[in-house]
């Protein structure tokens, strides 16, 4: 005659109570979706789908366009082609890989990152440099891709393109204010 011995009632109650956790760790981690552009906000401020219940705003690191959404402050020149610019580089739908750098978000709360759109790799806020549609701004301790930034800036710069033709440089308003003499 064979003895079975029987757990103890408090071993099974504990066994049964992390059997969903047990479940969940055996079929692995949840596969991460690859993020996807859902909305471009302006030349520098895009919306990510990181997943169906996680949206997020994100600031492009290193870029800085002409303002075009700021109720404080008046569009800008090259604004409204720099934000048409972006949404032809990043359609929503579009696959992109984000890059972080040190500090994770923005005082508005936005996530800062460089983004490669997924399809080619192409480094988004570097082509926005190179053709003229922003310009540079590194702010420590954000720097990693300073150097490829500043050379794209450079390159616009020195081929007179984008803003640097249009407005003659960053920061232009749109419609200056009429000036005021005495």
Same mark, same amino acid.
């Given at each position: 005659?064979?003895?079975?011995?029987?757990?103890?009632?408090?071993?099974?109650?504990?066994?049964?109570?992390?059997?969903?956790?047990?479940?969940?760790?055996?079929?692995?981690?949840?596969?991460?979706?690859?993020?996807?552009?859902?909305?471009?906000? *302006?030349?520098?401020?895009?919306?990510?789908? /990181? +997943?169906? !219940? &996680?949206?997020?705003?994100? =600031?492009? #690191?290193?870029?800085?366009?002409?303002?075009?959404? *700021?109720?404080?402050?008046?569009?800008?020149? /090259? +604004?409204? !082609? &720099?934000?048409?610019?972006? =949404?032809? #580089?990043?359609?929503?739908?579009?696959?992109?890989?984000?890059?972080?750098?040190?500090?994770?978000?923005?005082?508005?709360?936005?996530?800062?990152?460089?983004?490669?759109?997924?399809?080619?790799?192409?480094?988004?806020?570097?082509?926005?440099?190179?053709?003229?549609?922003?310009?540079?701004?590194?702010?420590?301790?954000?720097?990693?891709?300073?150097?490829?930034?500043?050379?794209?800036?450079?390159?616009?710069?020195?081929?007179?393109?984008?803003?640097?033709?249009?407005?003659?440089?960053?920061?232009?308003?749109?419609?200056?204010?009429?000036?005021?003499?005495?």
């Amino acid at each position: 005659m064979r003895t079975v011995l029987a757990a103890p009632r408090w071993i099974v109650v504990v066994c049964l109570g992390f059997a969903p956790i047990l479940a969940s760790c055996a079929s692995g981690p949840p596969v991460a979706s690859t993020p996807t552009i859902v909305d471009v906000i *302006d030349g520098d401020t895009i919306v990510v789908a /990181f +997943g169906p !219940e &996680a949206v997020e705003t994100v =600031r492009l #690191l290193g870029v800085d366009t002409p303002e075009t959404v *700021d109720p404080s402050r008046p569009q800008q020149c /090259f +604004g409204a !082609e &720099a934000s048409g610019y972006l =949404r032809s #580089l990043l359609p929503a739908g579009t696959h992109i890989r984000l890059e972080r750098d040190v500090e994770a978000r923005d005082h508005f709360g936005r996530l800062l990152g460089y983004v490669f759109r997924s399809s080619d790799q192409l480094f988004v806020n570097q082509e926005l440099l190179r053709n003229g549609y922003a310009d540079v701004s590194i702010y420590e301790p954000n720097s990693t891709y300073a150097p490829t930034l500043e050379a794209a800036v450079t390159s616009a710069r020195t081929r007179n393109v984008g803003l640097w033709d249009v407005c003659g440089g960053a920061d232009v308003a749109l419609d200056p204010p009429p000036i005021r003499t005495g």
